[in-house]
């Protein structure tokens, strides 16, 4: 079978989401299962070319993955002529300016979210490719997640008839680093270097609740840093600049009513790390990253308020888990596949910089109306 190399830079390819997520996971994965067929039957074949700040690291993760191709220069690895995709998983902050000179070299751009650090970057961002013709496209990993999956096929199959709300619980306990060391960067602790929870999650939250549920028409937030102070990677205490829990309320076309609470210092009594519940007139749905329940109204017991009574039904175990139904596989490998397919065949990829713009001024805006302590209606972008 012949091949198509795809010659792919991958830069931010050391940080935790560029190594294991979109090298190891998706870009390995595609080449260790045999390449992705392409509409005419060829195999699309990733040649990545892994860019970073630390020549050492780079080294060392391409030999452990029997990679040739790396540099420390991005403008160098932008111009090869056997590149044709850019892809960004550094921090935030450095996205904009990587993202405006790939476009400038003429290549396809897929990057993590959020697209940009505000609203008017990522429309500009938007209307740059646009304009240079390139395929552009941002990770919205979380549709892609069984648990989503399912719950997504029972909105499709009309199981909750109209649905009243969506509650949504995110988070865990990220250690503060000064007995146990934090599992997540401090950057993502510190408003500067583009850290915070809303800017982190309501991206993710913005294209979860449009694309499951409806467009979303107005926001509100409470945010908080609820930790002052934490240690970071060299073992220095530092400020903690950024928000480290967000209580949203977002209105949904329709009168639907989402409220999601997302926290770094949280401790997890749930069965997944983010959970969402549907209440809608004919059923409800608790569906987490891999698995999803459903009750529905025929099943629905009728428990009575008696706080002197013990509890009198065994309430988790009158929920029904939904199949699988068909095989998933890893949600970031699949949204890759879907892009490549896109830069080869020409294949349909809605998840552009035009969706990845409006994550971004959902997180803008619920940034503001936590400062002004107010509801905020959210405008259509100019696109
Ligand atoms: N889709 C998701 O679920 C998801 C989850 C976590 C993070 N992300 C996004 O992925 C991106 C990377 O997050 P991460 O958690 O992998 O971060 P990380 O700190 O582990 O990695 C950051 C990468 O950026 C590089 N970098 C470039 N310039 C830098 C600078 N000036 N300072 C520090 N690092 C710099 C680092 O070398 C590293 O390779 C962020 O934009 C984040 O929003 C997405």
Request: aromatic share 10%; proline share 5%; net charge negative.
């Amino acid at each position: 079978m012949s091949r198509i190399p795809i010659g792919i830079v991958l830069n931010g390819v050391t940080g935790r989401m560029g190594y294991r997520q979109h090298l190891v996971r998706s870009l390995l994965a595609i080449r260790e299962q045999g390449g992705l067929p392409s509409r005419d039957g060829s195999l699309i074949w990733p040649e990545p070319v892994l860019v970073g700040r630390n020549a050492d690291k780079l080294a060392q993760l391409a030999q452990r993955h029997g990679l040739t191709e790396w540099t420390t220069d991005l403008d160098a690895a932008l111009a090869r002529s056997d590149v044709q995709i850019y892809f960004d998983a550094q921090v935030t902050q450095q996205r904009e300016k990587a993202i405006r000179a790939a476009i400038d070299a003429g290549l396809h751009v897929y990057t993590e979210k959020p697209l940009a650090e505000d609203t008017d970057a990522a429309v500009a961002l938007c209307r740059a490719a646009r304009t240079a013709g390139i395929k552009h496209g941002v990770v919205q990993d979380k549709l892609f997640l069984p648990g989503l999956r399912k719950l997504k096929r029972l909105v499709d199959g009309g199981f909750f008839g109209r649905i009243l709300s969506v509650r949504g619980e995110f988070g865990y306990w990220v250690f503060e680093g000064d007995w146990q060391a934090a599992q997540r960067p401090s950057w993502n602790y510190r408003s500067a270097d583009g850290g915070g929870i809303v800017v982190d999650m309501f991206p993710h939250w913005q294209y979860v609740l449009e694309q499951l549920f409806a467009p979303i028409r107005s926001v509100q937030a409470t945010i908080a840093t609820h930790i002052p102070s934490r240690v970071d990677e060299a073992g220095q205490a530092y400020e903690a600049t950024a928000d480290d829990a967000a209580y949203g309320t977002f209105e949904l076309e329709g009168g639907i009513v989402a409220q999601i609470n997302s926290s770094w210092a949280v401790r997890v009594r749930r069965d997944e790390l983010v959970e969402f519940q549907v209440d809608g007139t004919h059923g409800s749905a608790v569906a987490g990253l891999r698995e999803c329940h459903v009750q529905h109204r025929g099943t629905t017991p009728k428990p009575v308020w008696n706080p002197d009574l013990p509890v009198t039904e065994p309430f988790r175990a009158q929920w029904q888990a939904v199949p699988d139904n068909e095989p998933f596989d890893n949600g970031f490998k699949v949204q890759w596949e879907l892009f490549l397919r896109h830069v080869v065949d020409g294949a349909d990829f809605p998840w552009d910089f035009a969706a990845g713009a409006r994550g971004v001024q959902l997180a803008e805006l619920g940034l503001q109306a936590a400062r002004e302590g107010r509801r905020i209606e959210i405008p259509a972008l100019d696109l």
